[in-house]
């Protein structure tokens, strides 16, 4: 699953051990134009302690996206994203438990998952490519980033309020973006921590910001702006993990892999929450508060898309500003809805403008 606060919003890197990517062929995989090619262990680079090999890019069978390309399909998931939001929040209010939406969100990815296996060709010899590709097993994480963030916006918005939760996620995003690009953990290989990217980061803070003025705010418990801050660490995580999977294998496959991980992580929370086993609530007939499935699954492969393009930074950035567009969309058309807010239309702008920004900083290394 991903990311979607309830709202309209979306590091020292670790060195890990040897024994987890020497499988790897030693050619490189596809690199955006500034992307360092990460030094394999022995080469007699600094940055790596003696034994122990920083993550190499991912070799790919299939070419990567254009970047421009790349990063419109993550707008228009960023869009999806403000939907899944819309939509997982008015059910849980209905059925009184957060913690069940975030089910039936997983519960329907996974379901499509599985119908995915049986139609699309794509996802069993990307599945099968996986099994050959050998990745470390972590690489296979990432859903739990987006179980993560979801679990925490049931439980953390309700103290915080919407705009300082988005604010932390977007903030821990931009950081763990950042951090997991310079480290190498996606697709394309090192991203080098220039000026402009640190700037473009900054700048989609400071718009997600923008947008959320006038939003409620609740009690600003430093604890819990903490644990929002790491759920979007968490989900720059995911972002690069799925993206690692999917070059080896393909889109679908990464796809696949993300709901199979996050589906058990989701159950298991809402098992100890006791939402399983308490009484049944009253299912609402509304037909669209149970197209989060649906809706994940699009956001999911836009993001691995992206990532294989552009890095996590960019593609994090890119999702923010399609998230913005897609709250305001709903909130100028949905019945009842408070219209269209100038802020929230200057905090997209200025979030496709942090993607640029950030891009600058890619192509000048």
Do not use: C, H, K
């Not at 670790?14 to 022995?42: D, F, H, K």
């Not at 953990?185 to 923008?210: F, H, M, N, Q």
């Not at 801050?229 to 070059?247: F, H, I, K, T």
Request: charged content about 10%.
């Amino acid at each position: 699953m991903t990311a979607t606060p309830p709202s309209a919003v979306p590091e020292p890197a670790p060195s890990w051990p040897e024994s987890g990517t020497a499988s790897l062929p030693a050619q490189p995989g596809p690199r955006s134009p500034g992307a360092e090619p990460v030094p394999p262990a022995g080469s007699g680079s600094a940055a790596a302690a003696p034994g122990v090999a920083p993550p190499r890019p991912v070799p790919s069978a299939t070419r990567a996206l254009p970047v421009w390309a790349a990063l419109s399909l993550v707008a228009v998931a960023g869009v999806a994203s403000a939907a899944q939001g819309a939509a997982n929040g008015e059910l849980g209010v209905r059925v009184g438990a957060p913690t069940l939406a975030a089910v039936v969100n997983n519960l329907g990815g996974t379901l499509l998952v599985a119908l995915g296996l049986v139609v699309l060709p794509s996802m069993r010899t990307g599945l099968a490519a996986l099994r050959r590709a050998r990745l470390p097993w972590w690489s296979y994480l990432g859903g739990l980033g987006g179980a993560a963030i979801v679990v925490l916006g049931a439980y953390v918005v309700p103290v915080l309020g919407v705009a300082v939760f988005t604010i932390a996620q977007v903030a821990g995003g931009s950081l763990g973006g950042l951090a997991v690009d310079r480290a190498g953990l996606a697709p394309v290989g090192r991203l080098s921590l220039t000026g402009p990217r640190i700037a473009g980061g900054l700048l989609g803070v400071a718009a997600v910001a923008l947008a959320q003025v006038g939003q409620p705010v609740g009690e600003l418990a430093v604890g819990l702006v903490l644990l929002a801050v790491a759920g979007g660490v968490g989900v720059a995580l995911q972002s690069a993990l799925n993206g690692r999977v999917s070059a080896a294998g393909s889109a679908a496959a990464g796809v696949a892999v993300n709901f199979v991980v996050s589906t058990p992580a989701v159950l298991l929370v809402a098992a100890v929450a006791g939402a399983l086993t308490a009484p049944p609530p009253n299912w609402p007939d509304a037909w669209y508060l149970y197209t989060g499935g649906l809706l994940g699954v699009g956001i999911v492969a836009g993001l691995v898309v992206g990532v294989r393009s552009a890095g996590v930074l960019r593609t994090g950035l890119a999702l923010v500003a399609g998230q913005l567009g897609g709250a305001l969309l709903l909130d100028e058309f949905l019945p009842g809805g408070p219209g269209a807010r100038r802020a929230v239309l200057v905090g997209a702008g200025l979030t496709l403008l942090a993607v640029v920004v950030a891009g600058r900083g890619t192509r000048r290394r």
